[in-house]
Structure formats: structure tokens, C-alpha cells
């Protein structure tokens, strides 16, 4: 069975750092693009990151320079290292999986406050 489990999320203050986790097993990691979302309260679910399966990367203005995607194929894992974090940042954070199948984990939560 297909699955991707989120692992890392966390209350932090404003400023500060995490990094996301998303171990994928049950389909060949390495022929998928790796996808991070967010929902905020309220809020529709939005693209916060992509890296292909070359490695190539994309992050939405809101978070580039302050989040970056990685992955390690060796690990069957894909993370999300966030910097600077803003209480705007605050949303459960879902990992996604696109090629010849598209899979999804279940999310972890990120609060950002003081």
C-alpha cells in the first residue's frame, strides 16, 4: 500500500525554523516529482514547493527565500526546510506525490506565534 507520512511539524515563534519530513514507501520514489501544500485556517490549499525527478526545484514567491525542498531518493524522503518562519506561514502541511500514480499524506500541522 501506497504511503506518505509527514513528520516535523511543530509550534514555533516567529523567526524561528523547521524542517518537514514526508517518507514515501509502496511506489519507485525516484519517478516522482515531490510536491509540498498548505491549507491555512480558512484558506484553500496551496502549492508551496516542487522538485521533479531531475532535482530541478520551484517555490511560490510567498516562501522562496526563506523555504527550500530537498530530496533523498536513498531515503525515500522528501522535506521541507523552512526559515524565518511567519504567523502567516501557520497551515497543516501536506506532502503529494505526481507521476504515473498521485498520492497524498495525511498532513502536519505548523503553527507560527508568540
Known amino acids: 500500500q501506497v504511503q506518505l507520512v509527514e513528520s516535523g511539524g511543530g509550534l514555533v515563534q516567529p523567526g524561528g525554523s523547521l524542517r518537514l519530513s514526508c517518507a514515501a514507501s509502496?511506489?519507485?520514489?525516484?519517478?516522482?516529482?515531490m510536491r509540498w501544500y498548505r491549507q491555512g485556517p480558512g484558506k484553500e490549499r496551496e502549492l508551496v514547493a516542487i522538485?521533479?525527478?531531475?532535482?530541478?526545484?520551484f517555490h511560490a514567491s510567498s516562501v522562496k527565500g526563506r523555504f527550500t525542498i530537498s530530496r533523498d531518493n536513498a531515503k525515500n524522503t522528501v522535506y521541507l526546510q523552512m526559515n524565518s518562519l511567519k504567523p502567516e506561514d501557520t497551515a497543516v502541511y501536506y506532502c503529494?506525490?505526481?507521476?504515473?500514480?498521485?498520492?497524498w499524506g495525511q498532513g502536519t500541522q505548523v503553527t507560527v506565534s508568540s
Open positions: 503529494n506525490a505526481q507521476g504515473p500514480g498521485q498520492y
Open positions: 509502496g511506489f519507485t520514489f525516484s519517478n516522482y516529482a
Open positions: 522538485i521533479d525527478s531531475r532535482g530541478s526545484i
